[in-house]
């Protein structure tokens, strides 16, 4: 290896000096990473502090008001210089709950994506290098939970488990892990074909390490950049079915979550609509920075769809 690299002058990018590059040279990537951070440091701004103080999930009591010498919060109060994004039919601070719900927005999310590559690759390595019974049962397994939607698991694990992030958290988990499982699947087929993989298994190397030293070190860098390009998908996902819970629920949710706002607030849409604008924008803002991070990282891979496919900037 070592005179292959001396002879071709070959060099292994760090990831730090990709993700530089890219921040450099795709205005894409670096757009969506702006936005990302912006979203994350104000959700950890959320967990800190917030304008108004809250109790459990961001009831603005009256005694902490007047402690801290800050305006009455009033049912359906109009955006103002008190309440940047107005308050919901129970007077509490939207801004407040939007920053709150930032972080659970990203919880979910990142729960989602890091359980279902988890899941996916032990499923897709188990099945790509297994012999052909345990392949077919496995393959079976995925495509029969692909071809599920993700609304009806939820919809089952809210019956059984109730609502919370729990239910949507499994649900996507087991529509988005087969998926990721497939694609291992078939990039493991593919490695099991060169002569690296032939000459560990003709040598006698124990699956294990072979599964361990070459296998997986070559597919989780893929699984992991599709991931990001699914990120966008995942967080829309989740914020559309907590929007299903929050539209069907009778009384006020506590939760501070952005879909389960959105999905209350419609049925207010026609006069107060800030308790449904200001949570969807933030939901629209952090799903456009995903999908410019997805777009810049399919671009390094892929050059040919940067002369393909041209946005605006």
Known sequence: MNSYVKRYNYRVKSPIRVFLGLLRFNRKFLIGFIIISTISILSIIGLITTPYYLEGWGIVTEDAMK????????????PSIYHLFGTDDMGRDL???ILVGAHLALIQMVSVIITSIALGILMGVIAGYSNIYIEKIFTY?????????SMVLAAAFVTII??????????L???WSPWYARLTYILVRQLRELDFIRICEAMGFPR???????????????????AITDSSSVLIEI???????GAASLTSIDLPDWGMIVGYGVRYIRTFWWISFFPGL??????FGLILLGDGLSEYISPWLKRRWRLWF
Request: hydrophobic share 55%; aromatic share 10%.
């Open 282 to 287: 933030f939901i629209a803002v952090t799903a």
């Open 95 to 97: 801004l407040s709950r």
């Open 173 to 175: 988990i087991l529509t």
């Open 162 to 171: 109730g609502r919370g992030m729990q239910s949507v958290i499994l649900a």
């Open 67 to 78: 402690r801290q010498g800050l305006a009455p919060c009033i049912p359906f109060n109009c």
């Open 208 to 226: 294990t390490y072979t599964i361990f030293r070459h296998i997986v070190p070559n597919v989780a860098p893929l699984i992991f950049v599709e």
């Open 141 to 149: 397994i995925m495509e029969l939970f692909i071809i599920i939607p």
């Open 239 to 245: 914020t559309s079915i907590n929007f299903l819970i």
